[in-house]
């Protein structure tokens, strides 16, 4: 078995993964990459995430989907709200990782406020030696409703796992895919893992109020 505990999602941790679109970090970071845009009512911060197309025989399409996305029960804000013993923590399974390798994947989580806990990605490197997630490398963050994450090409990741009270959470996502003979999703590669083989440890959203 395998337990982590995610952490808060930031630029500099996610590095090795893909990037970030983190406007509460990247706005006061005014640099060469940031001008004024929209005559003087807009400040523009360039190149905040990269998007990968390695694709090298057929040519890709850019495209644009919608992922309507649901929280399992026991990752809704309510239920962490209402149980009521210290210093609990919520353990989720991950079931499943997958990766596409030809492309990088975008997904810009709407209608969350900017500082509302709204998800969590995991994500692990390759392993070098054979067509699977490195575990070593394994790591869990969790992400606000104003951030959005780009995996990059080859990147092993969970599918979206949602938190909070609202029925569903939509992203915008964003991926070259292959349109070709009705088959957009050739660029997915998935391993599985039995329950409990990896975990993920979640603290309550209040820890003042926590009972197993």
């Known amino acids: ?5 995610a952490q808060p999602l930031t630029i500099q941790d996610f590095k090795p993964y893909g990037s970030i679109i ?4 990247e706005v006061f970071k005014l640099d060469e990459s940031a001008k004024n845009a929209n005559q003087g009512t807009a400040i523009k911060i360039m ?7 390695q694709f090298s025989e057929k040519v890709p399409v850019p495209n644009w989907n919608i992922f309507r996305c ?3 029960h026991h990752l809704r804000r309510t239920f962490l709200e209402s149980i009521k013993r210290p210093n609990c923590t919520v353990t989720h399974d991950i079931k499943v990782l997958e990766k596409h390798p030809y492309s990088s994947q975008t997904f810009l989580p709407m209608g969350r406020a900017e500082d509302d806990i709204s998800y969590l990605v995991v994500v692990a490197l ?14 869990a963050f969790t992400c606000k409703g104003n951030q ?7 990147i092993w990741h969970a599918p979206m796992i949602v938190l909070g009270t609202p029925p569903y959470l939509d ?7 292959l349109l070709d003979n009705g088959h957009p999703e050739k660029d997915c590669v998935e391993t599985f893992y039995e329950e409990g083989q990896l975990q993920i ?3 309550a959203a209040n820890e003042t109020k926590c009972q197993k």
């Open 1 to 5: 078995m395998i337990l982590i505990h």
């Open 22 to 25: 983190s406007p509460n970090e």
């Open 47 to 53: 190149k905040v995430s990269e998007i990968q197309n």
């Open 70 to 72: 649901f929280p399992q």
């Open 126 to 139: 390759p392993n070098p030696a054979c067509d699977a997630p490195d575990l070593s490398t394994l790591k």
């Open 148 to 154: 959005a994450v780009t995996y990059g090409a080859g």
């Open 171 to 177: 992203f915008g996502v964003l991926i070259n895919e």
């Open 201 to 203: 440890t979640l603290i």
